[in-house]
């Protein structure tokens, strides 16, 4: 297949989720057009996707069926919005998650397309409701949230506005299997998407036990990374407890039920994250890991992810 005849993505906001939704939409083998409103950016955000995607090659991590040349070469960047939307049949934005600055793009990105291109928002917590309330043909429009960093971590939270047509949904679930993300379908809209209320969740409870003394800001991450996620990159919750009694699920709540009831109704309110609560938490933190070891923590993590999503690709 020529560069010409393979089917056109709109990538409109070229920071980080921008550069990254580009290099998963290319390894997809899609042409790629991305668009900034901040002049120069959008070349930047070319080079930058352009240096990735070389070192990916490099490491053997790039995905797809495509080598880094051919990824490369369906990829162009536009400083003019309508040039950057002609031909495409999925726009995905990607702009600052601020619900002015996002409804003002989907209203005028809807004046560039038919009224059959999916238009498709990045935002981590805003509502679709609230996203899409300027644009006329809602049924078209869906919110894909992905997981930093996209390339490594597969999820993506399919999100509907109330109006969003069952097709929009299954076309896009389709697009995202495709291109080899782990897309998950939310009937409806609800604040936080699943995974931002299941972090949260988690965030307040750990949250809570520290501050009651019960254990220690390093222990209770060591709870997750060294007892629940290594599980959890495997098996989620409920097959976890599928798993975890003789017989399966129903015998898990026969022999659990009562303990995790009683458990759960002992939780505390919403911490209130105040300065003066956090004040132990930051100092805790710091002393284990100091600023000046962000970065190379990060990098770390980072490396981390990628072994792991290599591991997951390998069970597959
Ligand atoms: N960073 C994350 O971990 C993460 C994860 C999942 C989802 N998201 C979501 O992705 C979106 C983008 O986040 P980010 O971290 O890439 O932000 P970012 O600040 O790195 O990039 C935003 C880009 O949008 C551009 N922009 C702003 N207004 C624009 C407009 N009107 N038209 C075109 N371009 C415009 C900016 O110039 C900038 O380059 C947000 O909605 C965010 O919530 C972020």
Not at 40 to 51: E, I, S
Not at 62 to 84: K, P, T, W
Not at 283 to 289: G, P, R, V
């Amino acid at each position: 297949m020529s560069t010409h005849d393979r089917k056109i993505i709109s990538v409109i906001g070229s920071g980080l989720i921008g550069c990254s939704w580009t290099m998963v939409f290319l390894s997809g083998g899609y042409r790629v057009k991305i668009y900034d409103k901040q002049p120069g950016q959008a070349a930047k955000a070319v080079q930058n996707v352009r240096l990735q995607i070389e070192e990916l090659q490099q490491n053997q991590m790039l995905r797809g069926n495509l080598n880094s040349v051919e990824q490369l070469a369906l990829l162009s960047s536009h400083e003019n919005l309508s040039e950057a939307l002609e031909g495409a049949f999925f726009v995905q934005e990607c702009v600052f998650e601020d619900l002015a600055v996002k409804q003002a793009v989907f209203h005028e990105l809807e004046g560039h397309v038919g009224k059959d291109v999916i238009l498709s928002s990045s935002t981590s917590c805003l509502l679709p409701s609230s996203i899409f309330s300027e644009v006329q043909s809602r049924m078209r429009c869906i919110v894909c949230h992905p997981v930093n960093p996209p390339y490594f971590v597969r999820l993506v939270e399919l999100v509907p506005h109330p109006e969003t047509l069952p097709v929009v949904m299954d076309s896009t679930f389709a697009l995202m299997t495709q291109i080899g993300q782990a897309p998950v379908r939310l009937m409806k809209e609800i604040d936080g998407f699943a995974l931002n209320r299941i972090q949260y969740a988690i965030i307040a409870e750990s949250w809570r036990l520290v501050k009651d003394g019960v254990i220690s800001v390093q222990d209770i991450d060591l709870v997750m990374s060294e007892g629940l996620g290594m599980r959890y990159a495997f098996n989620g919750p409920l097959e976890t407890m599928h798993l975890n009694a003789p017989d399966g699920l129903e015998d898990y709540l026969r022999r659990y039920k009562e303990g995790m009831q009683r458990v759960l109704s002992s939780f505390g309110p919403v911490p209130e994250f105040s300065d003066k609560e956090a004040e132990v938490f930051i100092q805790d933190m710091c002393k284990h890991i100091p600023s000046s070891q962000l970065s190379v923590r990060r990098e770390q993590r980072n490396n981390l992810v990628m072994g792991l999503a290599k591991l997951k690709k390998m069970t597959e």
